[in-house]
């Protein structure tokens, strides 16, 4: 690898109160490249997520970002930066509505003219219900209205946490898409899915967590089944 | 028709105030997840600010108006969120809402201090007073129309700031998902001091409304903002157009009662009753009724994380600390002066109210900020009824006031949290207006609670109504633990820790917080016949009764000698006023400035210093030597070898640094163990040897000395012991994870669930 990584975390410990989560996690994203990170319940993926977005500080460990070191940034900051993160559940805010969920994105930098066009020319349902409540829409369109801040504004860095959470695999496959045409634009991901088939397909390379450290990393296209109902199951 | 119209105007302009005052709790609630209980008091002092600046120093009304509200206010609201508010987070709601009644003590202490009551000062005048208009034939003073004008810029203000600017959309993006919007690029900290600094502005708007209004004292003002309590549920705490709405419909409805209550057809008296106080309570009791209105909030389901844990008390600590008491209280009773046998008596009475909200807040983690208005039905009943304060009598009334205590939860039962607790302060308000000040309880102002008659036994002296205090906290303390470790105290704690999983078990929720509440009511009727002495309803008023919640929390809401410390705290402030005149005003701020660091330390004192006195009790030996020690240092000046001071100060020496340090002098290494403990002696010696009456001349500097001492000796020896390896504390719930058990990881395990032998 001739670039430096976008991100980078080296040796990252954290955890919750006195239970630690993450054991030492290592893990690189260089520019352009999407990464799966997969992993069976409680492996400590959302953790891993919570650390690099900057919600949860680190209680050891380095967070790099475009080799600098950033640990102990806030979510606010490294937002601002231009690392976007669209967490597990609903990336919304169901009580305001579409246009307003817009003007949150606005933090970003960019104009809100500009992310209003980008968004309804990319989802043309979402500019029908601009005045809508988000949390009154289907579960769909409120993934899209999340998606959408990735899309609008332009990301360093799109870190995608469960994106397929409860949702039919038709939309699932949709939204997918979007992700795939996200990364055509360079912009760097990382996803985190339980179902690893789906996101495998959209992938280049895949690391894989256990009792929160990882297992193993490598090019999304040779991990088998084997290794993942290994994983998944415990071998 | 005219004094309809005439009515309506002045019911519009006091609606104005209560919304300008409504919309700024909406504000603050729906950003920070506070019920700011202080908004009153904030608005109090802004009023005095104004007062100071325009009155006193004669300063132009826009330059005044202009510091005050966008300049002192706004600073006000943004470091209370800064260093108060912020360290909350992640808190009960019941610790949330006592650190509001922190700050409300606190500003009314300082509002005393810095403006002392004085008849001589300048007046506060209305805007442009002398001034008015005819509307109608009817004189409308500019300042009721500058009033209503206020109301509405706020609320096109409030409008336009919400929904058309981005931090108004933060704002409201924060009660959404706090998170979310960090991730969006938002700093939700920025924002939450954007929400208190505006929410100061309007508490200070219309607190200098209210005082041209009417006057410039400290109790209405600040109590103004339970009547606007009413406008903001009526808004279910959310929605600003219907804060306004409801506001306007309070200023109304107390407009017209006033008009109809001239009338001649208008009923003075039901039932005999006078209705005399209804109209004062009448913003109260359509908060009740918009409270009880309100849709049921949902159970909530998964657990909620808290910060707070309190063991199970156990018998043999609870029996020794119940003996402790009562002898140690037998034991100085005969040192004190009458006075500061009727302050520590003072004290104890606090703690029994206190008491009364272990059970009710502690376990059940139901909110009540009404513990004295049981206190209060509880001395009338033992006034009133047969016996002239027998045992009977006494049982009878407990009986009486925990009946009244289920009947007034039956229809709060739909309510939790806040609104639980505002519909408490709705009843505490409603009583003292309506319910106190009847022929029929207080008739006089006062009345007389007799002296309780036990038989073979005469309780006619302040020591032996003392050393009776202290027996009756004990017994109700025991009750409370007995209480705690029954069946019925698993129940109460299943409905704090999680009323949804309770119910699917199939327990009762209705049935637990009717029980919670009966005993909670018993308890604080108790100590409200106990009184004996002459009593006013004064007293027993809603704002005497945030103190105890607050000093209640502070001691540890969770634990009977939480209880026993917070009581003993408030009755000491008043003690340490009386003995120290030096910083007397200082204690006027001392239970607010207390009761503001309870974000760093939400558990209480009482557990703090527990814990520290735990490796003792669990070792008989070392009690034994603590008790002996203790025993010693009295018999010395029952002997009369040393003077009470001496007692005094060699005891608390003892008490607070020699005992909590005996089992880590006894586990040190050999060399430690004689340093340490020759420097324990040092301090005992000079703590019992020195004359303290004749050494030094003022109470303030004994105490000052006692803290010195206290700290140099008990801090030094800690230092000196604790110097020897620590234990290795794996976290219990790795082992075997990352590395193999270990012998220690098992006993550490055990000991944490609690099978150690």
New interface residues.
Partial sequence: MSTPPILELRNVRAGYG???VL?GVNLSIGRGEVVALLGPNGAGKSTTIKVI???LRPSAGHLIVAGRDVTGA???AL??AGL??I?EGR??????TVR?NL??????GHKMSDIEERTYARFPRLGERRTQLAGTMSGGEQQMLSLA?ALATDPAILLLDELSMGLAPLIVAELYAQVAAIAAEGVSVLVVEQFARTVLGVADTAVLLA?GTVRMAGKASEIGDDVLAGAYLGS | MQELLTFTIIGLSTGAIYAVVASGLVVTYTTSGIFNLAHGATGMLSAFTYWQLRFDWDLPAPLALFITLFILCPLFGIVTERFVMRGLQGTTEVVRLSVTVALFAFMIGLANWIWPNDASREAFLKFYEGNSISIGGFNVSWHRLITFGCAVVVAIILRIVLYKTRMGVAMRAVVDDRNLTELNGGRPDRVSMFAWGISASLAGLAGILLAGDQQLNIEPLVLLVINAYAAAIIGRLKSLPLTFLGAGLLGLLDAYYLMVSDESWFPQTAFGFSLSGVRSALPTIVLFIALLARPQSRLRVGTTKLREENRVPEWRTAIMGAVALVVVVVGISGMLTRSNTLLLLNGFTFAMVTLSLVPLTGYAGQMSLAPLTFAGLGAIAMSKLPGNGNLVTLVVAIVIVAIVGAIVALPALRLSGIYLALATAAFAVMVSKIVFNQRQTFQTGNITVPVLRIPFVTIDTPRARLILASVCFAILGLIVVAVRRSRLGRRLVALKDSPAAAATLGMSLTRTKLAAFAISAGIAACAGALAGDKVSPQQYEFTQSLPIVLLAVVGGVGSVAGALFGGLLLGGNSVLATIVPTVKNLTKIGPGTVGITLGRNPQGAAAQIGDSFRPLIEQPRLIAISAAGAFGIWALDAADVISHWSFFVASVVWILAVSPNLPALTAAAPGRRVMAGAWLAVGMAIATGVDWSSALDATGKRIILIIGLVALFGVGAQRVVENSPRVHTASPDLAGLDTDFSREDIELAEQKIGVVL
Avoid: K, V, W, Y
Wanted: charged share 15%; with cysteine.
């Fill in positions: 006195s239970i630690d054991h977005s900057g919600l806030s979510a606010s937002a601002r976007c993160t967490p990336g919304i805010f169901p009580n305001l307003e003007l949150m994105a606005t933090f970003s801040r009792h």
